[in-house]
């Protein structure tokens, strides 16, 4: 086959590929069957951790009390509204209580028993419950938790272009990324899984034989594996250079809320959080300007211009925790616009080590086919090395 014609087949894979994204609503997005019992699991949890107050203790009776309803959750746990049926509105009172679920993504355990993923999750949401930047958190259970209910709307385009709403989510990461969390400040804790999860999947996936059978170009003429050295390599650098902070590690509108009746906001989903470096959440966000949840044909970074908006208003943000932060060379924002577009491509490595790893279908509705996985791989890899050279060219990378 010829350049051209690869490139057309490849293109028809890909837009096959995307297709089946388009009519998925973020906010339908669940993982795994409602149990039978959850009513009656909910209402033992209510009767323990609600016990104080007031108008819980005294409408609470009986399962026939409760409205219990699935929502979203992500793609990673089981999330679930729990109301009283007496309440005068939906919000008065509510709560959520969240079932965890295995993680999609966390370092491998060598002793089953010593998992202490799910202990850093409870610090977390403690410490964020009480900086009021995240749901008030009323109780920790073994397998999940219970926070408040906020009805809400995820932070999308209409949203971005709100500069009220955009100036507060800025002020907002830069109380997040600033909070002393007491868990391993490991700034390559990150890195160690995406590095691992890609050697792994390209292997068990066979990435080379299928990439030969679709003739995938980008895997093809390029060495996946050795470019993934490259960038292990570059970035354990790279953030030696950088200020750690505590990082979000999935700052995407479906975990920033915009409360209802109000221009307040909270953050949720904290269990893929840990240490890092600021480009990473920022290039997160701003990596869905413009654009749909799930719009994957369409991933970058905005203009330099929408970029040096938001970390302007970032800086202003820092400025009220910690005056003169802007003035220092290593916080100036021509630094963090390059950390952001760093950013985008540990972003791009992210998506293609967790796609990589899959053993089984994210999304309920799309079967679990591994040529599609190896096509959306080959896509993220063609963006990722376009960017790369892109960022050589700007002398952010020296290569």
Not at 122 to 148: A, C, H, W
Not at 220 to 249: G, K, T
């Amino acid at each position: 086959m010829t350049s051209k014609s690869i490139d057309e087949a490849e293109k028809k894979l890909e837009k096959e590929l995307f297709k089946q994204f388009k009519d998925i609503n973020p906010d339908d997005l669940i993982r795994g069957k409602t149990p039978d019992d959850i009513s009656n699991r909910c209402f033992k949890l209510v009767q323990i951790y609600m016990a104080n107050n007031d108008q819980w203790k005294r409408l609470c009776k009986t399962t026939n009390d409760l409205n219990v309803r699935r929502i979203s959750g992500g793609l990673t746990n089981q999330l679930y509204y729990v109301g009283l049926n007496n309440s005068i509105n939906e919000t008065d009172n509510a709560i959520t209580i969240k079932f965890y679920q295995s993680k999609h993504f966390k370092k491998d355990v060598i002793d089953d028993d010593s998992d202490d993923e799910r202990l850093s999750d409870t610090i977390i949401s403690i410490i964020i419950s009480e900086r009021g930047i995240g749901p008030k958190v009323f109780g920790i259970l073994p397998d999940g938790i219970i926070q408040s209910y906020h009805e809400h709307e995820q932070f999308r385009p209409k949203h971005q272009h709100n500069d009220r709403l955009l100036k507060k989510l800025a002020y907002l990461l830069a109380q997040l990324n600033n909070l002393d969390i007491p868990i391993a400040k490991d700034k390559f804790y990150l890195l160690d899984i995406i590095t691992s999860y890609s050697h792994e999947g390209y292997r068990r996936h066979n990435v080379s034989s299928l990439a030969k059978e679709l003739n995938l170009r980008y895997l093809l003429e390029n060495d996946f594996l050795a470019e993934m050295d490259w960038f292990d390599s570059f970035i354990r650098h790279y953030l030696d250079q950088c200020p750690m902070v505590f990082n979000h590690n999935d700052f995407r509108g479906s975990n920033i809320m915009v409360l209802k009746d109000s221009e307040e906001m909270l953050l949720c989903d904290f269990e893929y959080s840990s240490y890092g470096f600021r480009g990473n959440d920022i290039a997160t966000f701003l990596m869905e300007w413009d654009r749909n949840f799930l719009d994957f044909d369409d991933t970058g970074l905005p203009s330099d211009d929408v970029i040096e908006k938001f970390i302007q208003l970032y800086l202003e943000g820092w400025e009220q925790i910690d005056p003169g932060y802007s003035t220092r060379a290593e916080n100036s924002c021509q630094k963090i616009m390059n950390e952001t577009k760093i950013g985008c491509l540990f972003v791009l490595i992210n998506i293609m080590a967790v796609t990589l790893h899959q053993k089984e279908s994210i999304f309920a509705d799309i079967p679990f086919e591994p040529k599609k996985i190896i096509t959306g791989v080959n896509f993220m890899f063609k963006r990722y090395l376009n960017f790369k050279n892109l960022l050589i060219e700007e002398k952010i990378i020296d290569y």
